[in-house]
């Protein structure tokens, strides 16, 4: 599978791979972090939460990993298909006493078959 | 369930002018925020909205403004609109932590 270490602006993958797509936040006191999908067109998808006592969340298809010591966070997609292709956000809440979402910079993933 | 709605969709206004948009969110969900997106600054958050009341603020200038209605339906107003203004305004409404959101309203400053 493909992998960063540092974020990318785009990542290419054949169908059939993992992808890893990295992000960095920026705030040590942020408790709670999602990734989204958007896809050309279309608002922000939510694809997985979570929180700052976990370091590693599974749903389908899609980990996300959490390293609050190098404030870094991971999402992984097994067996990547072209519907994956779109731009994908990290965001943080800022507030804990609210939704105030800072988003990455996002990655275009773009998965040819 | 619907989902959250913003109306209008697009929007092309003359700079100067003042704009209204609309956001309708998930049944039951109290909190609407209000997100700009443009190619050069990303994805930033404008303001957050829960009972009423402003509970969260980005740091946008004082020409941006919303409010929210005791139905959680929600409006962000943009006066003396300039080019940089031109955007997608993407809403979300949360229950809880997870934020849904909208399809955006692509404004247009001309």
């Known amino acids: 599978g493909e992998s960063v270490g540092l974020h990318l602006p785009t990542l290419s993958v054949q169908e059939g791979d993992n992808s890893i797509i990295n992000c960095a936040y920026s705030?040590?006191?942020?408790?709670?972090f999602i990734w989204y999908k958007q896809e050309s067109g279309k608002g922000p998808q939510f694809i997985i939460d979570i929180r700052s006592n976990m370091d590693k969340r599974q749903g389908q298809r899609v980990t996300v990993l959490l390293n609050k010591t190098v404030k870094h966070l991971s999402l992984q997609i097994a067996a990547t298909q072209p519907g994956d292709s779109a731009v994908y956000f990290c965001a943080e809440n800022l507030n804990q006493a609210g939704t105030a979402l800072i988003f990455g910079k996002g990655t275009t993933l773009s998965v040819s078959s | 369930k619907a989902g959250v709605t913003q109306t209008p969709r697009y929007l092309i206004k003359t700079r100067g002018q003042q704009v209204t948009l609309s956001c309708s969110p998930i049944?039951?969900?109290?909190?609407v925020s209000w997100y700009q997106q443009t190619p050069g600054q990303g994805l930033q958050f404008l303001f957050e909205y829960f009972s009423e009341t402003q509970r969260n603020k980005g740091n946008f200038p004082g020409r941006f403004s919303g409010r929210q209605f005791s139905n959680s339906r929600s409006e962000m107003n943009v006066s003396t609109l300039e080019l940089g203004d031109s955007a997608l305004y993407l809403c979300?409404?949360?229950?809880?932590?997870?934020?849904?959101f909208g399809q955006g309203t692509r404004l247009t400053v001309v």
């Open positions: 705030n040590s006191a942020s408790d709670y």
């Open positions: 979300a409404s949360t229950n809880g932590l997870v934020a849904f």
């Open positions: 049944s039951g969900h109290r909190s």
